[in-house]
């Protein structure tokens, strides 16, 4: 790693790492408000009218389904404060400011670079290409970690403007490390396909296509059992925190056998580091666009 | 005995698909050696200088600094290199300070000589961000950072680009003096009168290959003469000149004593006839501005 480097990414990067960081926390604390009303006014009163079968069946039949599957609610109660509160780690909120914060990252280490020309300056210095990777990944090291652990600090400091009954925050910080896991998978498939590119944009476009390509296949599985198979192809489908977070179930089913989802993330992430150093070692460098 | 080279190529080939952008270039740049690379856009400069500095695989061939191979060995090649893009582009949310020792602590070696100095010789606010800069003052900076990395080898690539003419001339003088400290350079530039200034040695590359390859000092001995003939010579060429015809009009590039040449035309019946220094600028017009035969004797 070179700490001249890393200490450069960082500085570029404090703005946007506080606003992400920001904006996590800012969700995760509203969702306990969230929680709070549901589980405390809004569900109480509606049980007091209907069971909580026929609610379920109401609210998730159908084109609910697909509400559902957004919310990866397939086993969450949502009379229950923990398992509400635990939607709020896989709500496509905090997911797309993953996913752009993974993929910004990605696409501008190395593509982003090339096409701004300042790749060349970087090596035209005595530095080498393995360690530009080595250093990234080191910042993705810290930043990942500390945006993920922001979701946790939202739910914390939610907990203590909306204090909510019988809440042990411990579990939740499996959910965070499914979080760390899931924004280093998505970030290893950018950096990969980065490592082959030399135009930022054109990086992004590959990478959002084949990640919400899998996504659309995830949610897709979830509301056709035909299509229920092919999930495990799609990153999205090992990101299912509730599950570690309310069961500390760790493992999914794949094909018959059950497979450590956090493995599975970090494998990806650590095949897309490796791909796109032994790559970017490999290939010519050619002048900026 | 020679010096062994700082700089040393041996067929160095780089194919882009079935696009050869540098054929079988064969260079050698002694220490203390300022090294000229002429050409126009697409001659292959910029690829020869990359791969030198281990950006690009050549696809044949190899090139060698101090020993080192460009490729396989390119962080040690980098540490005695100091290289100024020709498409400059920095990181314009760093100062031009923090460029410096940004550049320096990637070198792994705290900057050498006098800041300060140099930015006043340059006439340059070194605490401004270079967002605010010209591409003039930006290209500053960068020569800045090559001039204080004290590398044995710098690679100037078109460095008086967007510069203004007070500044060439600073640059110039700058390249005088890296070249009586020891450094070698390896300058490529479009601007002919720059080159015949500072450089000991061009080389003149077409369409990827080295077609030329002489010393400033020969250069400046070497004449261009005009002639008419009245019919068509018949006499063989003395040696070492150079002969370009276009039917009776010939023009003859003449390395050495003129006399051989003078007796020759004296045994042919002649029009017109002028003599004058060749220069540079004639020789790289010979190849790059006209499809003229070219014959040598």
């Known amino acids: 790693m070179s700490l001249t480097l890393f200490l450069k990414i960082l500085r570029d990067l404090r703005w946007p790492l506080l606003g992400a960081a920001f904006l996590l926390t800012l969700f995760e604390g509203f969702w306990v408000k969230i929680t709070d009303r549901f589980t405390n006014e809004v569900i109480p009163a509606i049980l007091k009218k209907i069971p909580y079968n026929d609610l379920f069946q109401i609210l998730f039949e159908g084109s609910g389904k697909l509400f559902q599957a957004i919310l990866g609610g397939e086993s969450v109660n949502l009379s229950k404060t923990s398992d509400l509160l635990s939607v709020g780690y896989v709500h496509p909120l905090p997911q797309t400011i993953l996913m752009i914060w993974a993929l910004g990252r990605g696409a501008s280490a190395i593509s982003g670079e090339i096409e701004r020309g300042t790749m060349e300056l970087l090596v035209s210095q005595p530095i080498p290409r393995w360690k530009i990777i080595t250093t990234n990944f080191m910042v993705d090291l810290v930043t990942i970690p500390t945006l993920a652990f922001c979701m946790l600090l939202g739910t914390y400091l939610g907990t203590i403007l909306v204090p909510l009954p019988n809440i042990d925050l411990v579990p939740y910080l499996r959910g965070v490390l499914l979080a760390i896991a899931f924004a280093f998978a998505m970030s290893g498939i950018t950096y990969a396909i980065s490592s082959m590119g030399r135009s930022r944009w054109r990086v992004l476009a590959w990478t959002f296509g084949i990640i919400l390509a899998m996504s659309i296949l995830n949610l897709l599985g979830q509301l056709w059992d035909t299509l229920g198979p092919w999930r495990p192809i799609a990153i999205h489908y090992y990101f299912q925190p509730q599950y570690a977070i309310l069961k500390n179930q760790w493992t999914l089913p794949v094909a018959g056998l059950q497979v450590n989802a956090l493995a599975v993330m970090l494998g990806v992430a650590g095949l897309g580091y490796a791909f796109a150093l032994w790559r970017f070692s490999q290939r010519d460098l050619p002048a900026p666009l | ?297």
């Open chain 2, 1 to 297: 005995m020679p010096p062994t080279p700082l700089v040393h190529a041996t067929g160095l080939t780089k194919d882009y698909g079935h696009f050869r952008a540098l054929d079988h270039l064969d260079l050698t740049i002694p220490p203390g050696e300022v090294f000229g690379l002429l050409g126009p856009n697409g001659s292959g400069k910029s690829t020869a200088i990359r791969i030198m500095l281990g950006m690009l695989r050549p696809s044949a061939g190899t090139a060698q600094i101090q020993g080192h191979d460009c490729w396989n060995d390119s962080v040690a090649v980098r540490k005695l290199v100091s290289y100024l893009p020709g498409e400059l582009r920095l990181y314009d949310n760093l100062t031009g300070i923090q460029l410096l020792n940004f550049l320096a602590g990637l070198r792994g070696q705290p900057i050498a000589g006098d800041v300060e100095k140099l930015s006043k010789r340059f006439n340059i606010d070194i605490a401004r961000p270079l967002s605010q800069l010209s591409s003039g003052m930006k290209r500053k900076i960068a020569l800045m950072a090559v001039i204080l990395a004290r590398t044995p080898l710098a690679i100037l690539d078109e460095p008086t680009n967007t510069l203004d003419p007070t500044m060439r001339d600073e640059l110039l003088d700058q390249i005088r003096e890296a070249r009586d400290r020891g450094q070698t350079i390896l300058f490529s530039s479009h601007v002919l009168h720059e080159v015949e200034a500072v450089c000991h040695r061009v080389g003149i590359l077409r369409l990827g290959k080295l077609v030329h390859l002489q010393s400033l000092d020969d250069i400046r001995a070497r004449r261009r003469v005009k002639v008419q003939f009245q019919k068509e010579p018949t006499a063989p060429l003395p040696p070492r000149v150079i002969a370009e015809r276009n039917q009776l009009n010939w023009l003859l590039y003449i390395d050495g004593e003129l006399q051989p040449t003078l007796e020759w035309l004296a045994n042919n019946q002649v029009n017109e006839l002028s003599i004058e220094p060749e220069g540079l600028s004639r020789i790289y017009q010979r190849y790059h501005a006209n499809d003229t035969e070219v014959v040598s004797s």
